[in-house]
């Protein structure tokens, strides 16, 4: 029989995915494993492999169409199959969604029996609902029983507002002060989830100029204007709300370069040798891995639990790198995750590093790579940025801001000299971390940069 291709579940609280591209087309044969589409989630864009070998056909979801996990939005056929008497005549390649087609080909629709699965019409008669009344998520389907279950959440919420939504999007309405009585949902039946409260929280935080006035509307023409990218509503949801309930603290410190400088050129050929382009980021992330061994404080997760802030200090240093995407490919920041950097020689580390930069960019990322990060590294030494803060990204407790490496006439005890001087400024919640424990951070992670012959014992 026709193998579904469904729309994947690739992170715990992920709700939905929105298809960017297709890699086959309909019609085209595929094999097993192969990647057939695109997908983007609201932190990562990743390849859907084929489950099984066969004949692409009934493509429901078209470039920029968004699907709820478990949704079919694609069949594989094999030799002599075709697809189900549901999808015949089906409309192919949606560019957007619309409200479910007709039940029926000819006469009064309304008089049609609606269409839903034998689980759906089970569930709907023990719970004593209309079946007429729903509309199946995905056009041209039948009902299923994740559509009861929707239509049941309606009926069943408060008769105040009669607020459908998402037990995420109840979570994240709750974490962002926001009023799900003024929403209108994208799901089924106008359900709220987790990316309508966010956006939502999002346009309420835009400053207006001060004195209480509103911002003169920008001239455009009808239509203009782009979306957020999932990707780019969850930064802005997170980071928002991180700097609105983490008391940041940040301290700056400069550290002269010259040994590192030195140190990586005499390592340039070992580095070579094994396919590892000497960078400063190298040294640099592997000398915060060793300073966080020492101050254990700045590393680790602060969540919620039901007896308030809990905070959970971590045994490795799960370093997570800031990565800026293309702007072609749309843009935004990832954080992918190298595990247990403490455990790791240079080298290792320099390979770990480029392979997770080089695979962020090119949109190849794992969900694993996401997670479990207990610290973050951002860099941009690598532009003419002198200094910058950074904002936490949470659980985490700290992140390091990086800048470049300018040169700088020094005091030396005999003479000014010109040194290379980098500026970088540690973000800490100050709810978990004090002053003087930053500060003691920052004065160990000066000492082995300085001294960088350190990082190899």
Known sequence: MPKPVIMPKFGMD????????WLKQEGDEVEKGEPILEVE??????????????????????????????????????????????EQGAPRQPTEKTEPASVSGSGDASLAEPRATPVARRMAMEQ???????????RGSRITKQDVKAALADRSSPVSGKIAATPAARRRAR?????????????????????????????????????????????????????????????????????????????TTSIDMTEADAMQQSLAEDFAAVGVRPSPTILIAKAVATALMHHPDLNGHLTE???????QPARTVNLGVAVALPRETGGGLVVPVISV???????????????????????????????????TLSNL???????????????????????????????????????????????????????????????????????PLRLLI
Not at 407 to 433: E, K, N, Y
Request: aromatic share 4%; charged share 20%; with cysteine.
């Open 14 to 21: 992920q709700e939905e995915g929105t298809v960017v591209q």
């Open 341 to 375: 950097v403490e455990t790791l020689g240079l080298a290792a580390l320099g390979r770990a590093i480029a392979d997770v930069a080089g695979r962020a960019r090119a949109g190849k990322l794992q969900p694993d790579d996401m997670s479990g990060g207990t610290f």
């Open 175 to 251: 974490e962002l002060n926001v009023d799900l009585n003024q929403l209108s949902g994208r799901g089924p039946h106008g359900r709220i989830h987790a990316g309508d409260v966010e956006a939502a929280a999002n346009a309420a935080s835009a400053l207006t100029p001060a004195g209480g006035m509103s911002p003169a509307p920008i001239a455009s023409e009808p239509g203009e204007g782009l979306p957020l990218s999932s990707i780019r509503r969850t930064i802005a949801a997170r980071l928002s709300k991180s700097w609105q309930q983490a008391p940041h603290i940040m301290l």
């Open 128 to 138: 004593g609902v209309d079946l007429a009344a729903i509309a199946p998520q995905n």
């Open 41 to 86: 989630t609201d932190k990562i864009n990743m390849e859907v492999e084929a489950p099984t070998g066969g004949v692409l056909a009934g493509i429901r979801c078209g470039p920029g169409v968004t699907a709820a996990i478990g949704d079919v939005i694609a069949y594989i056929l094999h030799a002599g199959e075709e697809l189900p008497a549901e």
């Open 381 to 451: 030494g690598m532009y003419p940025v002198d200094h910058f803060t950074a904002v936490i990204n949470p659980p985490q407790v700290a992140i390091l801001a990086v800048g470049r490496a300018s040169v700088q006439p020094c005091w030396t005890g005999q003479a000014f000299a010109p040194r290379p001087i980098m500026a970088v400024t540690l973000s800490a919640d100050h709810r978990v971390v004090d002053g003087a424990v930053a500060a003691a951070f920052l004065a160990e992670l000066k000492r082995l940069l300085e001294a």
């Open 305 to 311: 639990a039901d007896d308030g802030l809990r905070w």
